[in-house]
């Protein structure tokens, strides 16, 4: 038993270490990327302040204790509810979750919860399939909205979708020709500007980024016009999920109208 639990710690320590080394990587590119931009044009409201260094090591470790937490609650499944089946159809929306490329929706089932409870609706992870490609989760999407669609008392949907999950639900919309989503929430997704544009004039897109997201370099990509936009300080990819702020912002950003871009300091 403690040869097991020996393995599991070192196991552990390997993946934050792995996952340190990955991050630190990424914030001395994204540095570097925003120093440029400050020399090239200085007065771009992006990020206009440089960053200590031991604030930017503060940065990479909570960012890579954020990424292992979501990979870790990645392993673990989520079973969707039977939305077709009598006297389950939640009186809310249903908020489909859209991991990041290398998660699973386990990994914003928090998030996803926090909304959910909120709004008197359930959680759904999103049809798994091998084909993890953008245009194939897409498409399997829209057929899980039809399938939703037919069911006895059709709930609403939100899209919630972390990464490159908000890039499937921008296409999924997009592409779409029934108008059967509600919202889109896209957390830290560089967006497509064709698909972005198209689904939120179809549907409320709401896009919530960090301008200190070393994943999405430079921050303007996920800005989508149009939609509400919501720019924060001081978060990572994978700590934007993890962030009560986070859940905070979307589910007020859900009932606040479009057209406004609204900056916050929170951490």
Do not use: K, Q
Not at 23 to 49: I, K, L, V
Not at 83 to 100: D, I, K, Q
Not at 101 to 128: N, Y
Not at 242 to 253: G, K
């Amino acid at each position: 038993m403690r040869i097991v639990s020996s393995l599991a710690v070192a196991a552990l320590a390997a993946l934050v270490l792995g996952r340190i080394v990955v991050e630190a990587r990424r914030y001395a590119h994204a540095a570097a990327a925003r120093a440029a931009r400050r020399s090239d044009c200085p007065f771009e409201d992006d990020d206009d302040t440089p960053r200590p260094l031991l604030r930017e090591l503060g940065d990479v470790i909570a960012e890579s204790g954020a990424a292992t937490w979501l990979a870790v609650r990645s392993a673990f499944g989520m079973r969707a509810p039977d939305l077709g089946g009598r006297g389950t159809v939640p009186s809310g929306p249903v908020v489909v979750l859209l991991p990041e490329r290398g998660f699973r929706p386990a990994s914003l089932a928090t998030l996803g919860r926090r909304v959910a409870r909120t709004l008197d609706g359930h959680v759904c992870p999103e049809p798994r399939s091998r084909d993890r490609s953008v245009d194939a989760r897409a498409a399997r999407l829209g057929d899980f909205l039809d399938a939703l669609a037919a069911s006895p008392g059709a709930p609403d949907v939100v899209l919630l979708g972390h990464g490159a999950g908000g890039l499937v639900a921008c296409r999924m919309v997009a592409r779409r020709t029934r108008r059967d989503v509600g919202h889109v929430v896209a957390i830290g997704s560089a967006h497509d500007a064709a698909d972005a544009a198209a689904a939120a004039r179809r549907t409320t897109v709401v896009s919530l980024y960090s301008l200190h997201d070393a994943r999405l370099v430079p921050p303007s990509l996920a800005y989508v016009p149009g939609a509400l936009n919501i720019a924060v300080r001081d978060a990572g990819h994978c700590g934007l999920v993890l962030s009560a702020r986070t859940s905070a912002l979307v589910i007020e950003a859900l009932r606040e109208p479009l057209g406004a871009t609204v900056e916050s300091d929170a951490s």
